[in-house]
């Protein structure tokens, strides 16, 4: 199986501030990246798939980017309503380990 | 909007097996890979596999083979997934998801695995 190693594990960031998640593969998987969101006690919510392409009515702020084996997730302005785990996932196979993003 | 509901929380004792179902509406079943996610509590979540409905073709995530099978009943517009062989740390959230990229998930079954 792919392994798929996202960092930080963690973060801290005040409103308004930008958002950098990082996710990379082990082998090349092309742009079959998806990223989600996880709030507690909710299934996870598809926020790009295709590592770049925003999923229908996710808000512009969140953007995607990246092939082959690195990526990125950006959030261009942190809101209060996106405290919530991000996690990267390879299409149709294994998750990032996950990044729990808190407000400061 | 499309939906899949899942059937409801299980507990079970180590060794025994579970199968969960998710039934899917206002799409048609055999247009979209099924996808099979599990999460114990304050865990990441984890890629079991994904199933074909039209084909009934499977792909397992090398931790699962041999003790995971997917399967389906299209006239039911229902997947299936079933895991054998249970311990504690099979206790989890199981989700199921529509597609590659998860468009849409199901609510979740909790399966609990205690003597």
């Known amino acids: 199986d792919i392994q798929m190693t996202q960092s930080p594990s963690s973060l801290s960031a005040s409103v308004g501030d930008r958002v950098t998640i990082t996710c990379q593969a082990n082998q090349d998987i092309g742009n079959y990246l998806n990223w989600y969101q996880q709030k507690p006690g909710k299934a996870p919510k598809l926020l790009i798939y295709d590592a770049s392409t925003l999923e229908t009515g996710v808000p512009s702020r969140f953007s995607g980017s990246g092939s082959g084996t690195h990526f990125a997730f950006i959030i261009s302005s942190l809101q209060p309503e996106d405290i919530a785990t991000y996690y990267c996932q390879q299409y149709e196979g294994t998750f990032g380990g996950g990044t729990k993003v808190e407000i400061k | 909007q499309v939906q899949l509901v899942q059937s409801g929380a299980e507990v079970k004792k180590p060794g025994a097996s579970v199968k969960v179902s998710c039934k899917a509406s206002?799409?048609?079943?055999?247009?979209?890979?099924i996808n099979w996610v599990r999460q114990a509590t304050g865990q990441g979540l984890e890629w079991m596999g994904w199933?074909?409905?039209?084909?009934?073709?499977?792909g397992y995530a090398q931790k699962f083979q041999g003790r995971l099978t997917m399967t389906r009943d299209t006239s039911l517009s229902t997947a299936y997934m079933e895991l054998t062989g249970l311990t504690s740390e099979d206790t989890a959230v199981y989700y199921c998801?529509?597609?590659?990229?998860?468009?849409?998930w199901g609510q979740g079954t909790l399966v609990t695995v205690s003597s």
């Open positions: 199933m074909n409905p039209y084909s009934g073709n499977t």
């Open positions: 206002r799409y048609i079943f055999t247009t979209s890979d």
């Open positions: 998801a529509r597609g590659g990229p998860g468009d849409y």
